[in-house]
């Protein structure tokens, strides 16, 4: 069986949809099915189960025999907001909830894809490599990269980075991702406003080298 933790959300669906190209069925979706329409991307996926968030994690916990044929999870579910600005959510929700099924995959000895960040770079100034000793040294900008950092930096100091894959998502963007609002990218955004009203709004270039919209 595969897990698939955010199975519902934008990212997290597309994995989905690949392993049922793949012809796997035996997925067990994790997610927080809120107010958003986020279930909708379920409808046409296929999947033997699904499992809130919170009680998959008392399960992992409790070493729940019901998934000792797990062999994989990918681990899409987090706070995605750039902007959350409650330090404490995004330490239980982004770093604490992925360490806890890193060790139980280590143990497991199956495979842990996690969610990581482009964010964690800070300005790039440092570029953008993946080795171990330049992601140590990554500054990022905002609690939301640091949450993320935080998991990259316990991985390679434990010596845990050869048994698992951090992907570093940077501005993504596909179908099924109209429930995120502002957190939608900027293609989406885009879109929606050319259509709107024939225009395009760009960010105002706060360094002096750049020109606005031209950074």
Known sequence: MIVVTGGAGFIGSAFIWKLNQLGRE????????????????????RFAEYSDHKEFLQRVS???ASLDSV???????????TTERDANYLMENNYRYTQTLAEWCLKKEARFIYASSGATYGEGADGYSDADEASLRCKPMNMYGYSKQLLDVWAIKNGYAAGLVGLKFFNVFGPNEYHKDDMRSVVHKAFGQIRNSGR???FKSHRPEYQDGEQ
């Not at 035996?26 to 996926?45: E, H, Y």
């Not at 990918?74 to 706070?79: L, N």
């Open 200 to 202: 395009v709004s760009l």
């Open 62 to 64: 409790q070493n729940d």
């Open 71 to 81: 062999e994989a999870v990918v681990h899409m579910g987090a706070c995605s907001a």
């Open 26 to 45: 035996d997925i067990l979706v994790v997610d927080a099915l809120d107010t958003t329409d986020k279930w909708k991307n379920l409808v046409n996926r």
